[in-house]
Each structure stands twice: as C-alpha cells, then as structure tokens.
C-alpha cells in the first residue's frame, strides 16, 4: 500500500517551454499532497503544499506563477513548471498522506520516484 | 525558524557493524519523527516514524526519541553494504495551514564490505 506515481520520470525541454508533472497516489486517497525540489547534494526544499479542492500552499520564495499547481481530485495533483530555464533544471519530487489514516501514523508522507527536469 | 540538524556525514563502517545516525531538533512542540532512506539519484523512502520517547525497533533498524533532549537517531544493526544511502531526518511542523516536515540535510552513510 501506500503507492506514489510520477509522470515522466524525467524530461528534457527547451528553455522557454511549459512542463506538466503528475503525481498521483494509487492505492490511497490523498487529500494533501507536497511538492519537493532537490538540487545535486542537496537535502529536499518544499516548494508548496496541495490540498484538494482548494489553492495550494506556496513556500517563501516560490513564485506561485511559475510554479502552478492544481489538485482537482484526491488521486492526482499536478505542478506545471511554465517558461522553463536552465535554472529550474532539478529533481522534483512530490509526496502525499494517506487522508483515511487516523492517528499518528496520518502524518506519515509518501514520496513518488521524482522526475528529473533537464532545461536546456 | 524551525530547525533540523545532522551531520553530513560520510559516515563509514565496516560490514556487519552497526551504524549510529543522530539528529538534533529545535521545534520543541514537535511530536513526530521519521527516517527516510535516499539511493543516490533516487527518491526518499519511509524506514521508520516514532512519536513516544523510548526505541522503537523493525527488523535491523532501532529508532530512538528523547524529546527532553530534542534528540532523534537511527541505528542500523549487521549493517550491509545495500544500506549505504543518505539518511534523511524529519520532523512534522505544526503550522496555521497545517503539518509539513522539515527535513534535515541528511546523513551519508558508507558500508564498507
């Protein structure tokens, strides 16, 4: 139990084009899900927390324009990266929580395998 | 600002030794903890969560809390050259949106065989 997708694993664009990631939990209902970066050596950064049905939760320093996401169901949230630059060539990774787990083991997050974004 | 601390490590042992993880925390409100395992290029997985003070154990792996102290670790016992990874630390934070982990910057470990 407990599984996270990711959809692509990874991708290659140009600079200036928009990525769509998926991130969708299979056998769970996920009422919040989390976006992550992670830079070569570096530990994971929160970008933005996503509950379903309602706005996400952005990080300080997260442009919310560039970053946009969208949790329209309880299965499935997505970040599309728009206007893509080198500089957002990164490891992004999403989690979720189990919203049918009570107690403490409600926290406990779920990671997808990450997609590896390439900007050239 | 809410702090997760450990050291970067490498830490090297030996096959078959065990291995000692530590993590240091600010946030004295929070009530949970967890270990995530890294392979390099990978992303983390969930080895173990602990709420009470005291050791929780699963198979090779012991966690520890000592909330007095704000003071978290992992052990590994018989430890094998497939644990070599990086160890991440998180502690759940308590905000007005609600919980988020703060994560530490994670601990290399090297299992030498």
């Known amino acids: 139990g407990a599984v996270v997708s990711q959809h692509p694993s990874w991708v290659i664009c140009k600079s200036g084009t928009s990525v769509k990631i998926e991130c969708r939990s299979l056998d769970f209902q996920a009422t919040t899900m989390f976006w992550y970066r992670q830079f070569p050596k570096q530990s994971l950064m929160l970008m933005a927390t996503?509950?379903?049905?309602?706005?996400?939760?952005?990080e300080q320093g997260v442009e919310k324009d560039k970053f946009l996401i969208n949790h329209a169901s309880l299965t499935l949230s997505t970040l599309t990266v728009t206007s893509a630059h080198p500089e957002d060539s990164s490891f992004y990774i999403c989690?979720?929580?189990?919203?049918?787990?009570?107690?403490?083991?409600?926290?406990?997050?779920?990671f997808g395998p990450g997609t590896r974004l390439t900007v050239l | 600002q809410k702090e997760v601390e450990q050291n970067s490590g490498p830490l090297s042992v030996p096959e078959g030794a065990i291995a000692s993880l530590n993590c240091t925390y600010s946030?004295?409100?929070?009530?949970?903890f967890f270990w995530y395992r890294q392979y390099s290029g990978k992303s983390p997985e969930l080895i173990m969560s602990i709420y009470s003070n005291g050791d929780k154990e699963d198979g090779r792996f012991t966690a520890q809390l000592n909330k007095a102290s704000q003071y978290v670790s992992l052990l590994i016992r018989d430890s094998q050259p497939s644990d070599s990874a990086t160890y991440l630390c998180a502690v759940l934070a308590i905000y007005n949106q609600g919980g988020k982990l703060i994560f530490g910057q994670g601990t290399e470990l090297s299992v030498k065989p």
């Open positions: 946030d004295r409100v929070s009530q949970s």
């Open positions: 989690s979720a929580r189990d919203g049918g787990i009570a107690g403490e083991e409600r926290n406990e997050q779920f």
């Open positions: 996503s509950n379903e049905g309602s706005k996400a939760t952005y």
